[in-house]
């Protein structure tokens, strides 16, 4: 597996650790810390409800989903998506700063050092299934649907968006005996 294959494993691996299946587009897409970096730009009391915490597999509610609110909207009835909680037990504050300057700064990199990931069969985890992305926008038993954006990386670090339906959120991740494993996780967002 290249590099690039094991980070992107290793975030399917902690999105299917509390056993549930899930549904992923069949590569990679997008740049891993654009949300960062608009955010980075935003306002600073913004900027202050934003943290690194321990990572967990990202999971929204199904209550709602996307393809309800037209018909929802048609019947007049409110609608709202959920957002998702705030975490509690950020890590300490030399761990938010070490996290904040490594995002930043590979978020202003002009290298190459994002590429689109294929998402093969071969090695992932029990519980996924990797789809060329039309097909999972419209089989209905893929829900909630999952993107992984293109990691960005340097050597100690790596970061990986991944969007389920509405919600987002970033992972950042370290290498551990020639593997990647997820240390921590920023605050989640709404799309």
């Known amino acids: 597996m290249t590099t690039d294959e094991k980070i992107v494993g290793a975030v399917l691996t902690l999105l299917t650790s509390d056993k549930r299946n899930i549904c992923v587009d069949d590569a990679t897409s997008q740049h891993s810390l654009a949300i960062f970096r608009e955010m980075a730009r935003a306002p600073r009391a913004s900027r202050q409800q934003l943290y690194w915490y321990l990572p967990q597999g990202l999971w929204p509610q199904p209550a709602k989903v996307i393809n309800s609110f037209s018909q929802m909207k048609a019947e007049g009835r409110d609608v709202r998506l959920a957002e998702p909680r705030t975490k509690e037990n950020a890590l300490p504050g030399l761990d938010q700063m070490m996290l904040n300057g490594a995002a930043l700064r590979l978020s202003q990199s002009l290298s190459p050092a994002e590429r689109s990931v294929d998402i093969r069969s071969a090695w992932l985890p029990a519980g996924s299934s990797a789809r060329w992305w039309p097909l999972n926008r419209v089989n209905a038993s893929c829900v909630p649907r999952f993107r992984i954006s293109n990691p960005v990386?340097?050597?100690?670090?790596?970061?990986?968006?991944?969007?389920?339906?509405?919600?987002?959120?970033?992972?950042?991740?370290?290498?551990?005996?020639?593997?990647?494993?997820?240390?921590?996780e920023w605050s989640r967002w709404l799309y």
């Open 153 to 184: 990386r340097n050597s100690e670090i790596a970061f990986v968006a991944v969007q389920a339906e509405h919600w987002g959120t970033l992972y950042a991740l370290e290498p551990v005996n020639g593997n990647w494993r997820p240390f921590a």
